[in-house]
């Protein structure tokens, strides 16, 4: 006898479902403690898997360059792991791969983060080996050499790229080319070519030292065991002198006009629209970031669907903000069919315009709060992505249970408040304009917008 199959539920897909409140985030606090060099630890058990994520964060960035050495940070940082004094190049690169140890140095206009992620049962070993490379780097000048070498190429590369070359004139026409924030974080070919060892061995001998430093463990470890065992490991760091970050001059007010860099032949012109943004601290960033959300900062924000889907002119037109110790850069960029690159410079600045003018619609505003908390437990799924969040946390100064509030934070912004960030922060009238590409038949055009400067490709490849 067969049973009646109960009726199924009938669906009005003339509506999308109900989004679910925002899951909550619950971290576990930190165990915290200073070794006797001074280093600074925060450990988190996170024993999902046997695997540990450990960040070394530093207040050293590319604002501390020397004058004329621009991009010193950066190769000072891609050169721990080019030997050691007991150990070469190649035999460090051995010994990581003997341990299955990922190693990776990422340097920033805020701070220097040297990352790490090893199984738990190597952890001691990794650590050990980590303290080499950061305490005890050699800094041979023919591993030096080498490092300027390919960075050289990669700025040859860069250059033949519209849309680096964009950015790199966007950031120096808003900051201007003697602030650390108008300059490329790797430094300019002329300043790269000045770099040699013993340059990268004063950055290191002066930089490089445990008081300032943070060291952070997330993973399967217990986080009170921890101090015995990285007092002895990390006792060979030298204490020095004590390091705080240093923040760069606040931005000047950035000219306004038009930077054309004509490049013959390019089928598609790179367009950049921007200035000065905001700061990480700023108590305006959550209703700034939500402003961000509703203008471009989404694939249903309001410069993609116009440029994109009402228009047709473009792949993707976003907008984007970093917010760092000092107010980081907020710019507009697209890369467009060359033909319409007038148009598309008026339809984006016509965007800007109309976010300062009227509070975002309700819908909009709820997308863009959606977007933004929803998917916020995924960046805390593994060791390393909890780590990375409390590497930003260390770098400017959040409180400790800053992402369990964020939901919250953005939560609570209103449709008034974007409107007032807008029409403080969004101001085209004031700001710089950069378009790459084969540009020199729309100059006539593209001067209503402003001033033009013309910059030709071969002079910008010099640099």
């Known amino acids: 006898m067969r049973t009646a199959r109960a009726a199924p539920a009938r669906i009005d897909r003339s509506r999308p479902p109900e989004l679910r409140p925002a899951p909550a985030i619950r971290l576990p606090r930190y165990h915290r403690s200073t070794l006797r060099n001074g280093l600074r630890v925060l450990a988190v058990r996170h024993d999902d898997l046997p695997q540990v994520a450990v960040d070394l964060v530093l207040p050293v960035s590319t604002s501390n360059d020397p004058p004329g050495l621009g991009g010193l940070a950066v190769l000072t940082a891609r050169a721990l792991t080019e030997g050691t004094r007991t150990k070469s190049a190649q035999e460090v690169a051995e010994a990581f791969d003997e341990l299955g140890v990922s190693f990776a140095a990422e340097v920033g206009h805020d701070a220097t983060v040297l990352t790490l992620d090893c199984l738990a049962s190597v952890l001691e070993d990794a650590l050990r080996l980590l303290v080499e490379v950061v305490a005890e780097p050699a800094f041979d000048p023919k591993e030096v050499n080498r490092l300027r070498d390919e960075r050289l190429d990669e700025i040859a590369r860069g250059m033949d790229e519209p849309r680096i070359v964009a950015n790199l004139r966007l950031v120096e026409s808003i900051f201007g080319p003697d602030h650390p924030s108008g300059r490329p974080e790797g430094g300019w070919k002329e300043d790269v070519q000045r770099i040699d060892a013993e340059a990268a061995r004063r950055f290191h001998a002066r930089w490089y030292t445990p008081r300032g430093a943070t060291l952070l463990l997330v993973g399967d470890l217990e986080p009170r065991e921890l101090p015995g065992l990285l007092d002895s490991l990390f006792g060979p760091w030298s204490a020095g002198g004590s390091v705080e970050a240093t923040a760069p001059p606040e931005p000047l007010v950035p000219a306004h006009g038009v930077w054309a860099v004509q490049r013959p032949g390019s089928p598609q012109s790179e367009i950049r629209i921007g200035g000065v943004g905001i700061g990480r601290s700023d108590p305006d960033y959550f209703a700034f970031k939500v402003q961000n959300a509703i203008l471009g900062g989404l694939f249903n924000s309001r410069i993609n669907m116009n440029l994109r889907e009402e228009k ?61 908390t929803l998917s916020l437990p995924r960046l805390f799924e593994t060791p390393g992505q909890v780590a990375a969040q409390m590497s930003e946390q260390v770098v400017y100064g959040l409180p400790e249970d800053y992402w369990e509030g964020y939901g919250a934070a953005i939560s609570r912004v209103t449709a008034r408040e974007v409107l007032r960030v807008a029409r403080r922060y969004v101001r085209p009238e004031t700001w710089p304009i950069v378009v790459a590409g084969d540009v020199e038949s729309h100059l006539s055009k593209l001067a209503r917008f402003g001033d033009v400067t013309l910059e030709d490709w071969s002079t910008v490849r010099a640099r």
């Open 312 to 372: 047709g002119w473009t792949y993707g037109a976003y907008t984007r903000f970093e917010a760092r110790r000092r107010r980081g850069p907020f710019y507009a960029t697209t890369a467009v069919d060359a033909a319409v690159t007038p148009d598309a410079v008026a339809e984006m600045l016509g965007e800007m315009e109309r976010v300062r003018k009227s509070r975002p619609r309700e819908d909009e505003l709820s997308l863009a709060k959606n977007a933004l």
